[in-house]
């Protein structure tokens, strides 16, 4: 069963999601101001938008059994 992303959407948020995640300390380290903030609030977005998804995709699973 699909949710409603597509597969490709779902492996674009995937690495938007680590990538973000990965650039935040990597921000942090390097600069001064809190700038590195804002990518772990898209992160945290990301995150959201695929754990609406899973939900969607496991409730329909279950109202198809």
């Known amino acids: 069963m ?3 992303l597509s597969r490709n959407q779902r492996r674009g ?3 938007a999601f680590l990538m973000m995640a990965a650039y ?3 921000t942090a380290w390097l600069s001064d101001d809190d700038t590195w903030f804002l990518s772990i609030v898209v992160a945290g977005l990301v995150a959201t938008v695929l754990i609406a998804d ?3 995709r496991t409730s329909r699973r279950a109202r198809r059994d």
Do not use: I, N, S
Request: glycine share 8%; no cysteine; proline share 8%.
């Open 2 to 4: 699909t949710g409603f």
């Open 13 to 15: 948020l995937w690495a």
């Open 24 to 26: 935040a300390p990597f």
């Open 54 to 56: 899973d939900h969607e």
